[in-house]
């Protein structure tokens, strides 16, 4: 319930200090994803391997400007991690994005969601990664996140939250299911929605936390994305990122 507090008035200071309610960026963000092209899908769809690693690192790198960008080798294939930094320069604080190196759709529309925080000039208060993890064969298939949990822990690094997008899950469409606290849920299924019902109809639903199956320590928000309705899945996630966020 703390930290739902503190959301609302993360929220509220927004307002204030930047004078862009959240009902207008998130308006904002819509319009974007209208207007914006897909232009990574298929382009990751033609590489396998590390050469869809290679044309990652590029966006990433070169033309969203990471401030921070670094590979991870489990089992013989690498996950890539880039971090972009927040306007909190406190207490570190970190907000995880994550999709398998195997789902083309569900890591475009990661990078389609940094292009917009790029091109729109959002301020995101914590430091965003973004996570493309190598599914290694294993009993589980995350041997690559296995790998970044350990190097969080090494660390010490801590994360707010873990975004999991697929567009390969059994979940229903336009839902968020969040792996937190009940009481945690319950209030977000109250306040978000409303915010992203000019988008569409999107609901959140309570996940099983704490979930004991999933490799990074922490609360873990899924969400699958549709193949066929990336502009509005895009434009709701980016938006829910950027609730949690300001």
């Known amino acids: 319930m703390k930290r739902f507090l503190l959301i609302l008035m993360t929220v509220l200071s927004t307002v204030a200090c930047k004078k862009v309610t959240p009902e207008a960026r998130i308006a904002q963000m819509a319009d974007y994803f209208t207007a914006k092209e897909d232009i990574h899908t298929d382009k990751l769809n033609q590489y396998e391997g590390e050469k869809r690693v290679d044309y990652l690192t590029l966006q990433l790198a070169k033309e969203l400007d990471a401030e921070d960008l670094w590979t991870m080798e489990a089992a013989g294939c690498n996950s890539l991690v880039a971090e972009f930094p927040g306007k909190d320069k406190g207490d570190r604080q970190l907000s995880l994005i994550s999709a398998s190196l195997d789902d083309p759709t569900a890591c475009a529309v990661v990078l389609g969601i940094l292009e917009a925080f790029r091109d729109l000039k959002v301020q995101h208060k ?37 975004i999991e997008l697929s567009s390969r899950g059994t979940l229903p469409y336009h839902t968020f299911i969040i792996s937190d606290k009940p009481a945690f849920v319950s209030s977000m299924a109250e306040v978000i929605p409303p915010y992203l019902a000019p988008l569409g109809d999107y609901q959140l639903m309570q996940g099983a936390y704490p979930d004991s199956e999933w490799p990074l320590k922490g609360p873990v928000y899924r969400y699958v994305v549709s ?5 509005k899945d895009a434009a709701a996630i980016a938006a829910f990122t950027y609730l949690l966020n300001f």
């Open 126 to 162: 914590n430091d965003i990664q973004a996570i493309f993890y190598n599914p290694a064969e294993d009993s589980t298939g995350l041997n690559g996140l296995k790998a970044i949990n350990q190097e969080m822990t090494e660390s010490g690094d801590f994360f707010s939250f873990d």
């Open 227 to 231: 193949q066929g309705d990336w502009k």
